[in-house]
């Protein structure tokens, strides 16, 4: 559905990107990890049609954005980072104005505002004035007007920054319902664990450079060469930990006898594993807890992004 | 009907139109026009009868009553008028919903007509909210019911032009202050010239009907042109540009077509109009001075397939155009705007490839401000030029600088040489400084 070619931006000495290769199947959710200043606005820009890239090609749903802008606004759901609503205008006025905007018929329009702001919860707020309205409402608003004319595509920036936890959390399940659509959404953000429950796939940005890019399970599996297992016991942690220690697999030891948690490194395979925690399911050390700790998004970024200096 | 109603609709328009008339200062600024134009109305009313209070010169006092609303209007409309459109564009742009804007299915030539509609209506309303007041010229007599309305219109139009003239600012500029700023210093200029050309028009004696078609022909050349300046500022796309150059050689046919119409049928006005014929020349090569590629590379090969886009075209279709006086008028006149044409077809060529490149130096944009002063003054000047038939031609219509050579000189006729050598001169030192700065961008790039 999205494809990039070797897209690379200029300003002046400055490479915002370079030669960015990316892929996104129709369907897919796409998350875009980085930090600040990495790319992942001017990428997003460039799929909008709002930027030429210096060099290369992409293409939405088939169309060049060179050479098709118009096509893929059609196709498009664009939801800026920082955005601006107008004062003096009704919620939905707003989106009615947007309905206009994209063209949707006199007639469908009052449905299509009463299910964009029933998606989006704003269905209360239907008559009141756009200013009056929170930073999460106004979130939710601007991406009911992006679903207006109901997109194949939706590049969302940053669509839960300056949120509170809870807007966070309505804005997440929101974005759940649109996987659940079938959308082809791709989504940026820096705040990782907002994209780790409903992305199947993701690229890290960081200095202009796509690092890594794929599933997130296969990405997680190519970095965890090692599994990281916690180990709680009630007694006799000392004699667990020598025993650990002179295990063939086991590295990286790390023994907490206050809390009796034991933690380590473990580089054999799943059957090695299991003949660990029959051993340490003695009645010797009282074996209360065996668990292999989840490698979550923001590790996966501090590995991959480990040493590269911008 | 319905889909054509429907195709007709501007969302940008009705959403302007919601906004706009619900906040309280558009309703403020309407009550303060209405208070300074009846203060104006009472004041210049008193005036006009205490020095016309015989019943037979009430149509005196009328005239006098009419003439001092109009200025005062024309005067409000000259601070109001852009005020309306100064933050159309770059206030979406500071507001961070302009990227939205271009990522809907509107095409950037409908945002610009919905933000002008808008300060058209209001433009229209304010007009119209004071002909009650204005109604009471009537009763004292003196002006005419058609002149009545012909006042409204210049005023309409005026408004108009200085509105679109900031949404064009506007477009250009991504800051509202920049917008506003530029676009008040830009109306001062435009103001003094068009005040010129107005007290011409307005207080001239026996102008053909001629002239004024020709100038209401100039003013909406000159409101397309702004229209579709800020369009293209809005989004770099070959198409605009391919209409604002074909809106150009329409108003530049059409203009010929009128000049020898008025020769072949009107042979008492042929001065007056090949007069006309000059200054829109420098208007026009004035006007296609600005840059006329596309940034975006896609854009500036789709533009360079036309034949538009060839200065060589405009420069043979200029100089056909100017060599047309030579054939039908054989006067010295007809033979000075010729040749200052053709040097300012090759000027002009040479200067829309300056501006247009990707980064331009600051010779082309110094030469080009220097070039407008040169030829904006003259198109203004020569339309005061009707009635001096003592001279063989009008040097006027050449430069202010061969104006004064001319003047000093002593000799008119030895003027149109020194306008060509000028002319020349300024293309070759062009010319060179193009080569130059081409060859230090190579080394660089090398």
Redesign the interface.
Known sequence: MIQCRGITKVYGDFVALDSLDLEIEKGDTFGFIGPNGAGKTTTM?IL???L?PSSGTATVGEYSV??HP?EI??L?G?M?D????????KVW?YL????????L??ASRPQAIADVLELTELSQKREFFVEALSTGMRQRL?LA?TLL?DPQVLILDEPASGLDPRARIEMRELLKELTRMGKTIMISSHILPELSDFCNRIGVLEAGKLITAGKVDDIMATLQSDRRITVKLLREVEKAAEWLQNHEHVSDLDVEPQKSILRFAFSGELDDLALVSQSLADPTYGLIGFEEDKTDLEDLFLKVTEGIVR | MANWVEKLENPVLVKEMRVGFREKKVFYALIAWVVIVALVASISSLAAFEGNKQLDKLPEAGKYFMEALFWVQLGLLAMLAPSLTTSAVSGERERKSFDMLLTTHLAPSELIYGKFGFAASFIILALCATVPLESIVFFLGGVSLVSFLTTKLILLAFGLLCSLYGLMMSARENRSAYATGQTYLGLVFICWFGLMGLLGLRYGEDIPLLVYFVVGLTLLYIALFLFWKAVNHLEERARHLKILLSIGLTFYLLILGTAAFAQYSLPDVDDAVWAISGPVHYLLFGLLLNPMRPARKIERRRFEKSFLSRPVFWVLLLTVGLMLPLTICDNDRALAICLYGLMAGLCSAWFARGLSLNKPARYPQILGAVWLLLNVLPAFTAIDSFDRYSHAWHPATISPITMLIAYADGHASTTPNIAVAFYLGLFLVGQALHIRFNRKKKNRAG
Do not use: I, N, Q
Request: charged share 35%; with cysteine; proline share 6%.
């Open positions: 820009r909008s049609t709002l030429e060179l050479e118009e606004r059609k498009l664009y800026p920082k955005f601006g609503v107008y004062d003096g205008m006025e009615d104005f947007f309905a206009g905007a994209y063209r018929p006199k601007c007007k004319h």
